[in-house]
Nanobody, 127 residues
């Protein structure tokens, strides 16, 4: 079992920045792939970013590429999502997810690939 706890959400003006954190426990952190998803009210869950076990490989949704950066600190069992140049359309509940990494990193845009999910942290971007 992997427990995930997100933090760092809040209210920010358009153009601003936030950094989300997700602390993991219950399994050797360096053995799991970590991803971020988001879900706005009335919309489906959407892939945001994924990072490989070592942190060497990252993938992003086109909608956040160049603005968001995913990173991980395996010594602190934490994955981060640095969000810059935020837009009102980035408003959503942001969830981190974890998986043992049986699939190609390019396949982790699918939410079905993840076995573990956090409760989410709300991000609201005002215009």
């Amino acid at each position: 079992q992997v427990k995930l706890v997100e933090s760092g959400g809040g209210l920010v003006q358009a153009g601003g920045s936030l950094r989300l954190s997700c602390a993991a426990s219950g399994r050797t952190f360096s053995s799991i792939v970590m991803g971020w998803f988001r879900q706005a009210p009335g919309k489906e869950r959407e892939f945001v970013a994924v990072i490989s076990k070592s942190g060497a490989i990252t993938n992003y949704a086109d909608s956040v590429k160049g603005r968001f950066t995913i990173s991980r600190d395996n010594a602190k069992n934490t994955v981060y999502l640095q969000m810059n140049t935020l837009k009102p359309e980035d408003t959503a509940d942001y969830l981190c997810a974890a998986d043992g990494g049986l699939y190609s990193i390019s396949d982790y845009f699918r939410s079905q690939r993840y076995d573990y999910w956090g409760q989410g942290t709300q991000v609201t971007v005002s215009s």
